[in-house]
């Protein structure tokens, strides 16, 4: 057992202990890496960033080099160091107390639920209506589909982590085969027909920039989501940045290589449409007749992919949040509940399950007018603030960094510590960078003399865009603090040392 668990366990709750003891030790350190390639691989961000074209896939590149590498050694050392179920909620309890936890997972949380049914469900059935079976925007089928959707995503996160793991590693695989299938074929149709990228501009300019940032920023983020599941690993401290070393080059490489392919094989006056299974659709002609069933093959890949990723952060976050439930700082315990059976955070997986739907069914409803321009307002910014919740969760590293010297660190970030609070604070001015320009968009522009027309954009004013956005912030931030105080009376109880085993039981690995 880590130092830091010892000593977070003295000040844990009866019910936070009673939960340890239902944990089952499932997840190897090749469980943990596709995980990662799961949740942190954006199969749908990637037609994003590429939607920039040329300049796109330099920027992409740029912050994959200037970001994401240090952000993975920053959470490769913390992950190591400070091995708990909960993951950041715990780095945040121990450097910030209770109350900053509290306040830092709710910003982590309910982004992913939100993201599950306002955004993903309906890039799934996108791709199943056009390449697999029509279902009709807007009709039953649509409906169905995106419920079951959603839903058999929170099923994958109640099963027990034993059972899910494997269709969440085979999730991984598919969309690894999908990017990989995507990438050769456009190589045989670029040769064959020369490809669409002629005339396309690598030059980066900070209008591209600016256009990228939150997108790439969101796409790389969730190396610590595994950590989550820490009591859930055979061997927290030496698997996980072993595991995330791994997750890094192959994240790098399925981002950038993908991003360029779709670049080089679509026209430049396509660009901005462009996707992932656009690009699969337009390159597949160069297999004829095979084409259409191949294309409805790579489409089912896909669509599974993006269920498995959905339900990955369902599995990561909704433990967090479970688990700061269990520790007095999300209400009365209630969805801190693990079950006895299947080790999982039943109750806490049916709020999310709930939160998506109410999402989807929001988003399906409003999709024109002032109320849809409202609601995509209010999406956009429930969708970033788990960027925005690294604002608290990287100062939390920094200074269990400099304040616990003495926790057994298996891995270390290269260099003097003065390195990891440098790359850490390196992370924490994108982070910032990248939040500020989510909530107060097209206030940087202008000072660089770049046009933003903010109303053709968004669709609202910039005074009712603020007033939504702070309003959502607001809420979530209450919902945090007041989840803290409603926790009052569980922090007072304290465990029954005798029935809190040392060590999780250990799941034999297959």
């Known amino acids: 057992m880590s130092q830091f668990a010892t000593g977070s366990e003295r000040d844990q709750t009866a019910l936070a202990a009673l939960q340890k003891t239902r944990l089952r030790r499932t997840l190897g350190r090749a469980d943990i890496v596709l995980f990662i390639v799961a949740a942190v691989i954006s199969i749908d961000t990637i037609g994003l960033m590429a939607s920039g074209g040329g300049e796109g896939v330099v920027w992409a590149t740029f912050l994959a080099l200037a970001f994401l590498v240090p952000y993975a050694l920053v959470f490769s050392e913390t992950s190591a160091a400070f091995p708990a179920e909960g993951g950041p909620y715990h780095w945040v309890k121990l450097a910030f107390g209770r109350a900053w936890g509290a306040v830092a997972v709710v910003l982590y949380w309910i982004t992913n639920p939100i993201w599950l049914g306002g955004s993903l469900a309906f890039i799934a059935a996108e791709a199943w209506s056009e390449y697999v079976v029509p279902t009709g925007e807007g009709g039953v089928g649509d409906y169905?589909?995106?419920?079951?959707?959603?839903?058999?995503?929170?099923?994958?996160?109640?099963?027990?982590?034993?059972?899910?793991?494997?269709?969440?590693?085979?999730?991984?695989?598919?969309?690894?085969?999908?990017?990989?299938?995507?990438?050769?074929?456009?190589?045989?149709?670029?040769?064959?027909?020369?490809?669409?990228?002629?005339?396309?501009?690598?030059?980066?300019?900070?209008?591209?920039?600016?256009?990228?940032?939150?997108?790439?920023?969101?796409?790389?983020?969730?190396?610590?989501?595994?950590?989550?599941?820490?009591?859930?690993?055979?061997?927290?401290?030496?698997?996980?940045?072993?595991?995330?070393?791994?997750?890094?080059?192959?994240?790098?490489?399925?981002?950038?290589?993908?991003?360029?392919?779709?670049?080089?094989?679509?026209?430049?006056?396509?660009?901005?449409?462009?996707?992932?299974?656009?690009?699969?659709?337009?390159?597949?002609?160069?297999?004829?007749?095979?084409?259409?069933?191949?294309?409805?093959?790579?489409?089912?890949?896909?669509?599974?992919?993006?269920?498995?990723?959905?339900?990955?952060?369902?599995?990561?976050?909704?433990?967090?949040?479970?688990?700061a439930a269990a520790d007095g700082a999300f209400f009365g315990g209630y969805l801190?509940?693990?079950?006895?059976?299947?080790?999982?955070?039943?109750?806490?997986?049916?709020?999310?399950?709930?939160?998506?739907?109410?999402?989807?069914?929001?988003?399906?409803?409003?999709?024109?007018?002032?109320?849809?321009?409202?609601?995509?307002?209010?999406?956009?910014?429930?969708?970033?603030?788990?960027?925005?919740?690294?604002?608290?969760?990287?100062?939390?590293?920094?200074?269990?960094?400099?304040?616990?010297?003495?926790?057994?660190?298996?891995?270390?970030?290269?260099?003097?510590?003065?390195?990891?609070?440098?790359?850490?604070?390196?992370?924490?001015?994108f982070v910032t960078f990248g939040s500020w320009v989510a909530v107060f968009p097209g206030t940087i522009e202008p000072l660089l003399g770049i046009d933003y027309p903010f109303e053709e954009i968004w669709g609202v004013s910039r005074l009712n865009f603020e007033l939504f956005t702070l309003g959502t912030l607001a809420v979530v931030i209450a919902l945090g603090v007041a989840g803290y105080v409603g926790g009052a009376r569980l922090r007072r109880t304290v465990p029954d040392r005798s029935a809190v085993p040392d060590d999780r039981v250990e799941v034999p690995q297959h």
């Open 336 to 429: 801190g509940v693990f079950s006895e059976r299947l080790g999982t955070p039943v109750r806490m997986n049916v709020l999310s399950g709930v939160v998506s739907t109410v999402f989807l069914l929001a988003a399906m409803t409003l999709v024109e007018g002032p109320a849809a321009s409202v609601f995509a307002v209010v999406l956009t910014v429930a969708i970033s603030t788990l960027l925005i919740s690294y604002v608290i969760i990287v100062p939390a590293a920094i200074r269990l960094r400099l304040a616990r010297p003495d926790v057994h660190r298996p891995y270390r970030v290269p260099g003097h510590r003065g390195v990891f609070v440098g790359l850490a604070a390196l992370v924490m001015a």
């Open 144 to 323: 169905l589909f995106k419920l079951v959707f959603v839903w058999l995503a929170i099923l994958l996160a109640i099963v027990s982590l034993k059972r899910g793991k494997r269709v969440i590693n085979a999730g991984a695989l598919a969309k690894l085969l999908v990017l990989l299938s995507m990438c050769l074929t456009a190589v045989v149709y670029a040769v064959q027909e020369g490809g669409g990228g002629g005339g396309l501009s690598f030059a980066p300019t900070a209008a591209g920039f600016l256009a990228i940032v939150p997108i790439a920023l969101f796409a790389y983020v969730g190396f610590e989501a595994p950590s989550a599941a820490s009591d859930e690993m055979h061997d927290a401290q030496r698997d996980t940045p072993a595991a995330i070393a791994r997750g890094t080059v192959i994240t790098l490489l399925a981002y950038i290589v993908p991003v360029l392919t779709i670049v080089l094989v679509t026209p430049a006056d396509e660009m901005a449409e462009a996707g992932v299974m656009s690009t699969i659709e337009t390159a597949y002609g160069v297999w004829g007749a095979a084409a259409g069933p191949l294309v409805t093959l790579t489409a089912l890949g896909f669509v599974f992919a993006l269920l498995t990723q959905g339900s990955a952060w369902m599995i990561a976050t909704d433990r967090m949040q479970a688990v």
